[in-house]
């Protein structure tokens, strides 16, 4: 979905990426990579990846998970954020995808702090509740197939600490959430999902209107 900021008129999104972005080199090749790629839009944002980093040195995060990997940035984004000890646990099916986002974390000397696990994400995200990780992590980012968000919420809340943050990616998908003729069952369910959250009192939150939207949702002790 969309990898820029919607709704900005270019001219001052240009504006916003030229006083705002400072992107490391190996990002901006990751980014210039896939933007060749056909699947192109599901790759982050880079002002969106930059809050993401900030959000992360903010809490001293030192646990994270990354539901969604495609390429690697937003693995790659908050891996360099995170201090030596940090550690990214990623998720996705895609041998293909990921082999681009391996080379990258090599390239960028951080491939030690993200373990990848090449499995749907429901599935390593219960191993790791089974394997008694609730609680145990600061900060998730959601941004895989949209119509097992609730499953991908649900399990990360489970394994953050209080006080920990789910960062949820695509919740505007493209502004269709907001339009009334769209009715396909994508859309139903992302709607419905931010109507939930909307009544979730076991967590703050907060919608970024970034990129395609970013809801916030800060577990509650
Ligand atoms: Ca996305």
């Not at 933007?35 to 809490?59: C, D, K, N, T, Y």
């Not at 646990?89 to 993200?114: H, M, P």
């Not at 609680?135 to 949209?146: E, L, R, Y």
Request: hydrophobic share 40%; glycine share 6%.
């Amino acid at each position: 979905m969309a990898n820029q900021t919607l709704g900005l008129e270019k001219h001052l999104h240009d504006y916003l990426l030229s006083i705002s972005v400072r992107e490391p080199e190996i990002l901006t090749q990751l980014r210039q990579e896939t933007s060749q790629h056909p699947q192109s839009r599901m790759q982050i944002a880079p002002e969106q990846g930059q809050f993401m980093a900030m959000l992360v040195q903010l809490m001293g995060a030192k646990k994270t998970l990354d539901v969604g990997v495609f390429t690697g940035y937003s693995s790659l984004v908050v891996a360099l954020a995170l201090p030596a000890d940090g550690k990214v646990v990623a998720c996705d099916v895609s041998e293909e995808y990921t082999a681009i986002a391996r080379r990258y974390w090599q390239l960028a000397g951080v491939a030690n702090k993200i373990d990848l696990h090449i499995a749907p994400a429901l599935s390593t995200l219960d191993n790791l509740l089974e394997s008694g990780q609730a609680g145990t992590f600061d900060f998730a980012f959601i941004d895989a197939d949209k119509t097992s968000y609730d499953g991908y919420y649900e399990r990360s809340l489970e394994l953050l600490r209080p006080g920990g943050l789910i960062a949820i990616d695509n919740v505007f998908l493209s502004g269709q959430v907001a339009d009334t003729q769209v009715q396909d069952n994508r859309v139903k369910t992302m709607r419905n999902f931010n109507q939930k959250l909307h009544q979730d009192h076991r967590v703050t939150l907060s919608l970024m209107p970034i990129a395609d939207g970013l809801t916030l949702a800060l577990k509650r002790s």
